[in-house]
């Protein structure tokens, strides 16, 4: 018999279903995923496809940190892969403990829409029995847009750099620049690159390689940013700052990926 379908999709049910309290909590669960897969399975076509599919459902989990609710033909579109392959897939990564898929209702008819998928937490990680505490990390901070708009507006064009020398060295001295220019908090910083690097895929899980080269990525990082800017100056309001950013780098890549341009 099938169970019954009783969870709504709405932005509460899918923060209820949020998994992990912070983004570095995931990323650590997907790359102990990685290994169990190149350990456990033995077809390494089938382990790259996995893989694949672990780190576009991880890149599309942040606004409800380890949950995604993308539909399987958007998955296998993506991925370019057949809608069956992905089923099979989906089915695998469930096998393992690694996900598990959410029957969803739509409000408005009550019929059944595309499924919620939760990442498990690896063993020893945050349980996910309980829903979520904030955390300083977590992108699903709520924060106002009034604040940076206030910023923008008021901001004198004679900015002093020296408070955000404590920027991580691992964020590009040119994207710090700019993002500085609005937010003077290094973590704050620190955080947009976080996002920026999280959404640059693996594109051979061979050697490990990257849909982007680091001076893409700096590029693509100062293109969503300005876009981010121009979108609050236009008036947009933005609840989870971190969250409406992810959308814009990922967009931005799903297409640049195919610019022959400036990929080369």
């Given at each position: 018999?099938?169970?019954?379908?009783?969870?709504?999709?709405?932005?509460?049910a899918?923060h209820?279903l949020?998994?992990?309290?912070?983004?570095?909590?995931?990323?650590?669960?997907?790359?102990t995923?990685?290994?169990?897969i190149?350990?456990?399975?033995?077809?390494?076509?089938?382990?790259?496809?996995?893989?694949?599919?672990?780190?576009?459902?991880?890149?599309?989990?942040?606004?409800?940190?380890?949950?995604?609710?993308?539909?399987?033909?958007?998955?296998?579109e993506?991925?370019?892969?057949?809608?069956?392959?992905?089923?099979?897939?989906?089915?695998?990564?469930?096998?393992?403990?690694?996900?598990?898929?959410?029957?969803?209702?739509?409000?408005?008819?009550?019929?059944?829409?595309?499924?919620?998928i939760?990442?498990?937490?690896?063993?020893?990680?945050?349980s996910?029995?309980?829903?979520?505490?904030?955390?300083?990390k977590?992108?699903?901070?709520?924060?106002?847009?009034?604040?940076?708009?206030?910023?923008i507006?008021?901001?004198?064009?004679?900015?002093?750099?020296?408070?955000?020398?404590?920027?991580?060295?691992?964020?590009?001295?040119?994207?710090?620049?700019?993002?500085?220019?609005?937010?003077?908090?290094?973590e704050?910083?620190?955080?947009?690159?976080?996002?920026?690097?999280?959404?640059?895929?693996?594109?051979?899980?061979?050697?490990?390689?990257?849909?982007?080269?680091?001076?893409q990525?700096?590029?693509?990082?100062?293109?969503?940013?300005k876009?981010?800017?121009?979108?609050?100056?236009a008036?947009?309001?933005?609840?989870?700052?971190?969250?409406?950013?992810?959308g814009?780098?990922?967009?931005?890549?799903?297409?640049?990926?195919?610019?022959h341009?400036?990929?080369?």
């Open positions: 018999m099938k169970k019954k379908i009783n969870v709504i999709a709405s932005v509460d899918f209820n949020s998994t992990f309290e912070n983004i570095e909590d995931m990323n650590k669960t997907i790359r995923y990685r290994d169990i190149k350990s456990s399975v033995s077809r390494s076509d089938v382990q790259a496809r996995l893989i694949a599919l672990l780190e576009l459902l991880k890149r599309h989990s942040c606004k409800q940190i380890g949950v995604s609710y993308m539909s399987k033909n958007t998955i296998a993506k991925l370019e892969f057949s809608y069956k392959t992905v089923q099979r897939l989906m089915k695998k990564l469930e096998d393992l403990g690694m996900i598990r898929q959410v029957p969803m209702k739509r409000k408005k008819d009550m019929l059944q829409t595309a499924n919620a939760q990442i498990i937490p690896a063993k020893n990680d945050v996910d029995k309980t829903p979520p505490k904030k955390s300083k977590c992108p699903t901070i709520k924060t106002t847009s009034i604040s940076l708009k206030q910023i507006i008021n901001k004198r064009k004679s900015v002093s750099f020296s408070q955000s020398n404590f920027v991580a060295y691992w964020v590009p001295e040119q994207f710090s620049k700019l993002v500085n220019y609005y937010y003077q908090k290094a704050i910083i620190q955080e947009f690159w976080k996002v920026v690097k999280q959404n640059n895929a693996i594109v051979n899980h061979v050697d490990g390689s990257r849909a982007f080269t680091d001076k990525l700096i590029a693509i990082g100062e293109r969503a940013f876009e981010f800017v121009m979108k609050i100056k008036g947009k309001r933005i609840k989870n700052i971190y969250g409406y950013f992810n814009i780098v990922n967009n931005l890549m799903d297409k640049l990926f195919f610019d341009d400036f990929m080369n």
